[in-house]
């Protein structure tokens, strides 16, 4: 019996065993883009976002911009989804949480939560 996924999307699950597939993998996609500072990658220098500016920022000055790089880097990087709402909130003292809401091609609507 194979262990290959035989879905359309899929890639290594991160940090455990196997393959994540459907919503895991859109959600794994989403953290990767939002953790992956801009520039960071040698051979796709724009790949990635600038969330990391804004990290030791007070976060009611830093909120805006978190959302506004969490939403353009989105858009730009994973066009299977849309971006429905941003949440930027504190996960724990000094740490952020960003949580990003989005909707599929098909409808429907899921969140990823991620801890830059």
């Not at 699950?13 to 883009?33: E, P």
């Not at 969330?51 to 009611?60: K, Q, T």
């Not at 506004?68 to 990087?77: D, L, S, Y």
């Amino acid at each position: 019996m194979s262990t290959w996924p035989r879905q359309h999307h899929w890639q290594v699950a991160l940090g455990g065993d196997g393959y994540a597939t459907g919503l895991d993998d859109l959600r794994q996609a989403i953290a990767t883009i939002l953790r992956t500072p801009r520039g960071s990658v040698p051979l796709r220098p724009e790949f990635g976002s600038d969330v990391a500016r804004y990290l030791d920022h007070p976060i009611n000055r830093a909120r805006p911009h978190l959302v506004r790089e969490t939403v353009e880097a989105i858009r730009r990087w994973e066009p299977r989804v849309s971006v429905v709402r941003v949440l930027v909130t504190l996960a724990a003292e000094a740490q952020l949480r960003i949580e990003v809401i989005f909707r599929t091609a098909d409808g429907i609507e899921a969140s990823a939560e991620v801890l830059p």
